[in-house]
């Protein structure tokens, strides 16, 4: 099972939207609407943002949104603030045994 | 609320085997699903193994089938994972996560984390 395909990073000023995007397969982006999202900063635990395709848990900012078309999920994030600077991996389930897999990682630059 | 507190850093030879412990809070062991995932210096989580919902067993990650074991004490809400014949692309971050007791994808909360060094 590969690792999802994510840009190795993504840019944005204050106040500005970037979108990440996340490609797979049938066999888990396009086969299930079970994409999650993570947030990781320097030396911390992955926070989850979102959670089937477009999903907040209690407590994430309404700035964080998801989507998918056909094998490939994004994440946008809009009105970007300092502390969005991170590293952002995407997740979603699959056919295989390994059941979970993650994508690449997408650092964000907030300039 | 789900707390996870995992056991600290540890330094193995190749060769040798490694378990990791994370104590549950909030709930007892028996009311949440059990993941294991590990992140390799400067790379993405890698999900280990942990509650398969489509039986309601233990799946392990292809990529680790024949390695890895993971157990509950259900008297002291504490998941282990052991991982042998470690050798140093072993090296990384491993992390206990709640995650889906239904078919899903979600891991959260996430432990704090413990590093494990392979080094002769």
């Known amino acids: 099972q590969s690792a999802l395909t994510q840009p190795a990073s993504v840019s944005g000023s204050p106040g500005q939207s970037i979108t990440i995007s996340c490609t797979g397969t049938?066999?888990?982006?396009?086969?299930?609407?079970?994409v999650s999202w993570y947030q990781q900063h320097p030396g911390k635990a992955p926070k989850l943002i979102i959670y089937?395709?477009?999903y907040r848990p209690s407590g994430v900012s309404d700035r964080f949104s998801g989507s998918k078309s056909g094998n490939t999920a994004s994440l946008t994030i809009s009105g970007l603030l300092a502390e969005d600077e991170a590293v952002y991996y995407c997740?979603?389930?699959?056919?295989?045994?390994?059941?979970?897999?993650f994508g690449t990682g997408t650092k964000v630059t907030v300039l | 609320q789900v707390q996870l507190v995992q056991s600290g850093a540890e330094v193995k030879k190749p060769g040798a085997s490694v378990k990791v412990s994370c104590k549950v809070s909030?709930?007892?062991?028996?009311?949440?699903?059990m993941h294991w995932v590990r992140q390799a210096p400067g790379k993405g989580p890698e999900w280990m193994g942990g509650?398969?919902?489509?039986?309601?067993?233990?799946l392990y990650a292809q990529n680790f089938q024949g390695r890895v074991t993971m157990t509950e004490d259900t008297s002291t809400d504490t998941a282990y994972v052991e991982l042998s014949r470690l050798r140093s692309e072993d090296t990384a971050v491993y992390y206990c996560?709640?995650?889906?007791?239904?078919?899903?994808?979600?891991?959260?909360?996430w432990g704090q984390g413990t590093l494990v060094t392979v080094s002769s």
């Open positions: 089937d395709i477009n």
């Open positions: 909030g709930y007892t062991l028996s009311e949440v699903s």
């Open positions: 049938s066999s888990d982006v396009g086969g299930y609407d079970y």
């Open positions: 509650f398969d919902p489509e039986n309601g067993g233990t």
């Open positions: 996560a709640t995650g889906p007791t239904l078919r899903g994808n979600w891991f959260d909360p």
């Open positions: 997740s979603a389930y699959t056919s295989t045994n390994t059941r979970y897999v």
